[in-house]
């Protein structure tokens, strides 16, 4: 990484090193950053403070230059500026609807109450002949909203990837090639080692944690057919495949419900956020970040409280 320039460089230098100890590469951006401390120099200012002009000047879209392109290089240096306020420092901060993110799908965000009947439906799934998912289908519908997994990644999952000894999952070469650990909850260690000790007594360390019985992993498809019979004995609408509920919602859901759990408990959003976009193996916090106005528009008695810590945090969610 080359040496930041300009007024900014010692606090730039700490911002990469606060965002790595939190577990993201952040090579990308700590170049970006280099090219806006040289792009700031053009300012004469002998005071640390981010100022509306350098920002805006920053952000401004160049020619033949993408949104995409537009949009993250001014979310790098809102979240810079969001590290400044957090020191102290007076940073401007660009306001939310001048870095509008677009999101064509808007996820379906279960209640307490809709996962607790699909959980109680999926343990009275009819079993079909030389087929455990009957067996299978709990549990792994429980892994998706209680560790946050993509489906890819439980379908994948091989037996010696759950430590049955720590309760910890390995997710390995998942999505943008991310590998990361995922400690489970005391409840799901125990229904993991149930599963296991019933249907793996004879299974080597390779064979997959969700198998069919010719040793094949199950598919994706095989478990949203079975989640739809549980979404209908659940009283669950379903608008019809790809317009959801989808078996990926319970991936939203839980996100959803953690940040709402940690409002409530008072905790920083700010702080809260790194490490839920760690678990869950986003490539960068905006992939996460547009959870929080989710949760305002699931749980609109905590919407106060977000907007009071997380008001600039994040980007609006705008349906297509």
């Not at 793996?200 to 944690?209: I, L, M, Q, V, W």
Request: proline content about 4%.
């Amino acid at each position: 990484m080359k040496d930041f320039e300009g007024i900014f460089s010692e606090l730039l230098t700490s911002f990469i090193a606060f965002k790595r100890s939190l577990g993201f590469n952040y090579d990308c951006v700590a170049d970006e950053l280099y090219r806006f401390s040289r792009f700031n120099t053009q300012f004469e200012t002998t005071e640390l403070v981010l100022t509306k002009e350098m920002v805006l000047s920053w952000g401004a879209k160049r020619p033949n230059e993408g949104l995409r392109n537009n949009a993250r290089r001014a979310y790098t240096v809102q979240q810079f500026a969001l590290y400044l306020n957090s020191l102290g420092y007076k940073a401007y901060i660009i306001p939310p609807k001048s870095n509008t993110r677009h999101y064509p799908f808007i996820p379906y965000i279960f209640t307490h109450n809709e996962i607790e009947r699909i959980f109680a439906n999926s343990d009275r799934l009819f079993p079909h002949r030389h087929s455990a998912m009957h067996l299978i289908v709990p549990v792994i519908l429980r892994m998706l909203y209680s560790c946050g997994l993509r489906i890819s990644e439980a379908v994948n999952l091989q037996n010696k990837h759950v430590n049955l000894l720590e309760g910890i999952l390995e997710i390995k070469n998942s999505k943008f090639g991310k590998d990361r650990l995922i400690p489970m909850s005391e409840s799901m260690f125990t229904i993991c080692r149930q599963y296991f000790n019933t249907l793996h007594k004879s299974s080597s360390t390779e064979d997959y944690f969700f198998m069919k019985a010719d040793r094949h992993p199950i598919t994706s498809d095989s478990v949203y057919r079975r989640f739809r019979e549980v979404l209908w004995e659940s009283g669950i609408s379903h608008g019809g495949r790809g317009k959801g509920p989808r078996v990926h919602d319970l991936r939203h859901t839980f996100a959803v419900h953690t940040l709402t759990d940690a409002v409530k408990r008072q905790v920083d959003v700010y702080c809260a956020l790194p490490i839920l976009s760690t678990y869950l193996g986003h490539a960068s916090i905006e992939a996460t970040s547009h959870y929080v106005r989710l949760t305002s528009e699931a749980f609109p008695d905590i919407s106060a409280m977000l907007d009071k810590h997380c008001a600039y945090v994040i980007p609006e969610v705008v349906p297509e």
